[in-house]
């Protein structure tokens, strides 16, 4: 019998499932970088054993961003506007990063992770929103030296700190001269090629000796899994048609401004 304490928590799972599908099929990032900090305040409330409890909201944040993520490409792909043959060459190197990212993760601290995905999501909102949108590396997609490695340790840090591939995406593809529309669908692809990897591995990650909120697998706790997903499908389809609609300005400070945000957060969380 559901537990009626339970309803405010289930809302405002609700709520940020709702958000982070927003933010999915608007920015491609996989509502990841807005998840991990809400997840970790009701993880902690729920008891979650302070060493584990950042991999365990990484874990979860990272099972949905498979959900939003096929929403999201779904969407952007009805509008012409993903670039498959880039997902065709990144997906093996994205993999293969993701899954070293995991097992990275649940070697690490919760504080030590916390800052981790604090300093690189500050670092990358700063550039998003002060950096120059029309600098360029090139004019059409890099070569294999390029994006081989670049997709291997994105792959890496976004399993590592359970957000999707907009964060990195994004600002990589516009380098190379990618609308940043396109940009966004692409990335959302990016989501799904690391994120379904990495769910696998968190799921399948050690847990002995912690204490978990109920219905946890491995690192992936099932009911905010559920919850978050269910709202995602239904707001995914508005952020993308957003995309398409708002100028590109707007979008690159919309970007940044929430990253940003996120990573203070987490960062007064880690050292204080």
Known sequence: MFDPSL???????????????????????????????VLLFIFRGLGASDGIVMQLCVGTSTATIVATSIRSVWAHHGRGA????????WAPW????????????????????MLIFGGLAT????????????????????????YAPYSGVMGFVCAMIGIGGGTFGVPAL???????????????????????????????????????PPFTLGLVSLPAFLAITAMTFV???????????????????????????????????ALF
């Open 94 to 113: 994205l993999a293969v990063g993701a899954i070293l990212g995991v097992l990275t993760a649940t070697t690490l601290k919760s504080d030590t992770l």
């Open 7 to 37: 309803l405010p928590i289930l809302l405002l799972l609700l709520a940020t499932g709702a958000f982070a599908g927003l933010l999915s099929g608007l920015l491609g990032i996989g509502g990841g970088i807005f998840l991990v900090p």
């Open 235 to 269: 707001t995914v389809p508005m952020g993308a048609r957003l995309t398409h609609v708002l100028p590109t300005g707007r979008l690159r400070k919309v970007f940044a401004l929430f990253i940003i945000l996120a990573a203070l957060n987490m960062l007064r969380k």
């Open 174 to 212: 516009t380098a190379y001269g990618t609308p940043i529309n396109r940009a966004i669908a692409t990335s959302a692809g990016f989501g799904l090629l690391i994120s379904l990897p990495a769910s696998v591995t968190y799921v399948l990650a050690s847990t002995d000796d912690v204490t978990l």
């Open 82 to 89: 993903v670039e498959v043959g880039i997902l065709r060459a």
């Open 123 to 146: 670092v990358m909102g700063i550039y998003m929103l002060a950096g120059n949108p029309n600098w360029r590396l090139g004019d059409s997609h890099p070569g294999l030296r390029v």
